[in-house]
């Protein structure tokens, strides 16, 4: 069995700073993953609120946080993790891979796109649903698709879709938006996208086993070939829920970071908090890292 000081699960942005901070403290560190590195941002097309960079794709900077942990020659490990033994000073972290002894870890995972939870949306997948137009939107191009939500991120990959697409329809349930002004003032104003307020997707039509049209609770029907949805997201704590205190499916933590378990910490997306952002998870991966590191001492 490998043994280290600390695993890091997840290889976020809060994943990935809370290793560089531990490796550049001397800590035995190792980062595992089920993904690529960079979690979310690798879903999304242009982040302008990440101060240093105007504007970044999320694969760049997704990259960019990745080539400077392999410059520290952090080790990146492929596996889910699918529990933690808590043994006192030391945990075991089961993988559906391997097995490792930890001191310390940090749990970074992150969180996954909430579905609509209609009966064919996971068989559609890749048949016209997508939870990623950074990914997709190509496949769509001069195409008419439907973005679902009403948030930053369906703001924001409604824009994105509109250079690419033919019509970007924007379904979204109540009558105004949760997003930021300027994403909403463009959206107003662009010729391609039209609003449907105060609706939701009642069923997703298909033909020959992919999207072909989608029903709203108000009636209409929309020819639609690609349908992106993003309707909020879900903490990813399965494996830790019967170890770790959770409020809402996201692990509570104290003012250092620290669970309700000693020893483990978490940061990012994962814990409940007001903000849920690249800058507040890399802030907090810094801040998980530093504890550890006394922890470790
Ligand atoms: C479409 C979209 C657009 C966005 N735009 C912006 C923006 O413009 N600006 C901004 O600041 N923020 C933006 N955000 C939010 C931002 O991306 C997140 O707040 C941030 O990336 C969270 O990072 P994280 O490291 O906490 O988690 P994540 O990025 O979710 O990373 C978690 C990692 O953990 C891994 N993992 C999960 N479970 C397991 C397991 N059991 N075993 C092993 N590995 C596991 C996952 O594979 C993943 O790689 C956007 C989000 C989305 C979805």
Redo the contacts with the bound molecule.
Sequence with gaps: MKNVDCVV????????TASIYLKRAGVDVLM??????????N????????PGFKQID?PTLALNMFDQTNALDIPYQY????SIENLGNEKIVH?DLEQIRAKAIII??????RELGLPNENSLVGHGISY???CDGMLYKDQDVVVVGGG??AL??ALYLADICKTVYLVHRRNTYRADDIFVQKIKKHPKIIEKLNTEVKEIREKEEKVSEISLTNGEVLSVTGVFI?IG?LP?T??IKDLCTLNDGYLVVNNHLETNIPGIYA????IKKDL??????VG??AIAASNIIKYLK
């Design positions: 699960i997840g290889a976020g942005v809060a994943g990935m595992l993953d089920q993904g690529v590195p960079g979690g979310q941002i879903r999304t097309s242009m982040i302008e609120n990440y999320g596996g889910t993790v699918e993988t970074a995972s992150g969180r996954k796109p990623c137009a950074y930053n991120s924001e990959e993003y997201q990813e399965s494996f940061c990012g997306d994962v849920y952002q690249i800058s507040t998870a907090e991966g």
